[in-house]
């Protein structure tokens, strides 16, 4: 019988993951949702499922709730915590290993060895991490969320103007389940791959825009002015420059190189454009 654990369960990935692997996992699986919020993390797991708090910030947590634990599916954190992500990520690890984990499927960032991104230094550090600790593994280096293009598509799709500044550049968008059930499938795999480039097909933004229903007005600027807008939105400096920062990336080429390791690792192919996008704006 092995003992599955996934951690950040409240979050959408989480979430996603933990109803999959409920699903997917044999009978007689133990299956562990790792929380910070244990009573958020009770109301929103399935029966069945375990729930044990463990907070990236606080290493005793993170030691007690892996206990038994043989196979961990490691979602990366957010940024901006108190303590500094890779310091996060660190604790998790040491405490994997402290607890005799034999294997850790980590959800990384696309050709995170080879990307020259900032956004990449901290999961090729955790990479790192996991490969010097000797814990068997799989990086999961997933692409990109179409769920993060939603207020840009939810504004096409309500007449207003579809912004970007990422001009022709391209990423490989999926929906954010379809990357954790990929996830749970490799958890779930007796002999998985060390490294998998989850994505979906290359696109570009105009490529999204001409996927909404409807006439859908495209407006392309650079990095000046879309960061500008996104400030007259109410978005901070701060926020805004970050989520400008995301247009430059995939201007760049750094979300361009695609592969099928998700569709095959589901098994079928990739919810299509206008449904996938569809799916997240009924969500919004």
């Known amino acids: 019988m092995t003992t599955y654990a996934i951690t950040g369960a409240t979050g959408h990935f989480g979430q996603a ?40 910030e606080q290493p005793v947590t993170l030691t007690a709730a892996l206990q038994g634990v043989d196979k961990l599916l490691f979602v990366s954190s957010q940024p901006g915590g108190q303590l500094a992500r890779a310091a996060q990520h660190q604790n998790v690890v040491t405490a994997a290993k402290a607890a005799g ?15 020259t991104t900032p956004l990449a230094a ?17 990086f999961l280096r997933d692409n990109w969320y179409l769920e993060n293009e939603v207020a840009t598509l939810a ?31 490799v958890l779930l ?5 060390a490294i998998y480039e989850f994505s979906g097909a290359p696109r570009t ?12 007005q495209v407006v392309a600027v650079d990095d000046a002015a879309y960061q500008d807008g996104l400030e007259k939105s109410g978005l901070d400096a701060g926020t805004a420059a970050l989520v400008t ?7 760049d080429g750094q979300l361009a190189g695609t592969t099928d390791d998700l569709a095959t690792e ?10 996938a996008i569809k799916a997240v704006l009924a969500t919004a």
């Open 17 to 56: 993951a933990i109803k999959q692997l409920k699903a997917l996992a044999p009978a007689d699986a133990t299956l562990i949702a790792l929380a910070r919020n244990t009573d958020k993390a009770a109301a929103l797991v399935p029966d069945g499922v375990e729930v044990r708090q463990a907070d990236y």
């Open 101 to 115: 984990v034999g294997y850790i499927a980590y959800t990384s960032f696309p050709h995170a060895d080879t990307s």
């Open 122 to 138: 901290d999961h090729r550090a955790t990479e790192k991490m996991i490969e010097d600790a000797g814990i068997a593994h799989s």
């Open 155 to 185: 504004a096409g799709a309500n007449g207003q103007p579809f912004v970007y500044s990422a001009g022709a550049g391209q990423a490989g968008w999926a929906l954010e389940r379809e990357y954790a059930e990929g996830a749970v499938r």
């Open 189 to 193: 795999t007796e002999t998985p791959q």
């Open 205 to 216: 933004y105009a490529d999204l825009a001409a996927a909404i229903d409807g006439n859908v």
């Open 245 to 251: 920062s995301f247009q430059t990336l995939i201007r």
């Open 266 to 275: 589901l098994g079928h192919p990739l919810t299509p454009l206008a449904d």
